[in-house]
């Protein structure tokens, strides 16, 4: 009813899962329209699966042969078997990170601070601390005696 769908960016390297279901998404999403038909769409799949959406399957949504597949599934395992082998210290040593170890320093880097925002929050601070001057009884004082002096 009330809700607006936002169109916001997302780094590649949090996106842990795709899924099966798919959606026509407009080629230009800054109308208002065309966001609601993207929400509607994305509410009716969450109510088609309230136990959550199913994951893409490789064999039977992207008709991958399991012959082709299964020596990549096999590295992957090994692979992350031997990621969670080694300590956290030595994985750091390597430069090597686990998916999570990736999506809390990518969270961390978009918690930073940008100089931009950091001179918005200054703008919007010095506004307050303005507005708070202007209510001072002080500032009311030399406002009325400006007024007495120009009569």
């Known amino acids: ?5 936002v ?15 798919r959606v026509m998404v407009p080629p230009d999403l800054r109308p208002r329209e065309a966001r609601a038909s993207v929400m509607l769409s994305l509410l009716e799949i969450l109510r088609r699966f309230p136990q959550g959406v199913p994951e893409l399957d490789p064999v039977e949504d ?9 020596p990549q599934v096999r590295d992957i395992e090994e692979a992350e078997a031997a990621l969670l082998e080694c300590s956290k210290d030595a994985r750091a040593a390597a430069g090597v990170r686990t998916v999570a170890e990736a999506a809390d320093a990518d969270a961390d880097a978009e918690a930073a601070e940008t100089p931009y925002e950091r001179r918005e929050k200054l703008r919007t601070e ?9 209510k001072s009884h002080l500032s009311q004082f030399h406002r009325e005696l400006k007024l007495r002096a120009a009569v």
């Open 126 to 134: 010095a506004a307050g601390l303005r507005a708070t001057q202007k």
């Open 1 to 5: 009813a009330g809700a607006e769908l």
């Open 7 to 21: 169109v916001a960016p997302v780094r590649l390297g949090l996106v842990t899962a795709l899924g099966a279901p």
């Open 62 to 70: 992207l008709r991958v042969p399991e012959a082709d597949l299964a």
